[in-house]
């Protein structure tokens, strides 16, 4: 059974920094694109950030480009997001999710997800 388990969330004001994390232990963790994606009250879930089976390829939300960065540790089969600079609009659950191909925006290709973590940024 795949089991993805996010880590990290919390209570931060706005300026503020985060790092979120998402464990997969029972994932052949190397085969697998890793995304994040959040959902904030109210509203659809969206794309946040992919990184590829290597790390070496990755892509961003526009409006999150500059902030979060995500970067990935096959040997720990960890995924993880830096989100910087918060804002009150970064308010979400924060879901990592895992999909046996290349990075993609589209959560409907990714089978795989987590549970989610919340995040809330303070003005």
């Known amino acids: 059974q795949v089991q993805l388990v996010e880590s990290g969330g919390g209570l931060v004001q706005a300026g503020e920094s985060l790092k979120l994390s998402c464990a997969a232990p029972?994932?052949?963790?190397?085969?697998?694109?890793m995304g994040w994606f959040r959902q904030a009250p109210g509203k659809e879930r969206e794309f946040v950030a992919a990184?590829?089976?290597?790390?070496?390829?990755?892509y961003y939300a526009d409006d999150v480009k500059s902030r979060f960065t995500i970067s990935r540790d096959n040997a720990k089969k960890t995924v993880y997001l830096q989100a910087n600079s918060l804002k009150p609009e970064d308010t979400a659950v924060y879901y990592c999710?895992?999909?046996?191909?290349?990075?993609?925006?589209?959560?409907?290709?990714?089978?795989?997800w987590g549970p989610g973590t919340q995040v809330t940024v303070s003005s």
């Open positions: 029972a994932l052949t963790f190397n085969l697998y694109t």
């Open positions: 999710a895992a999909r046996p191909g290349s990075n993609s925006d589209d959560l409907t290709k990714y089978p795989y």
């Open positions: 990184i590829d089976r290597s790390g070496g390829s990755t």
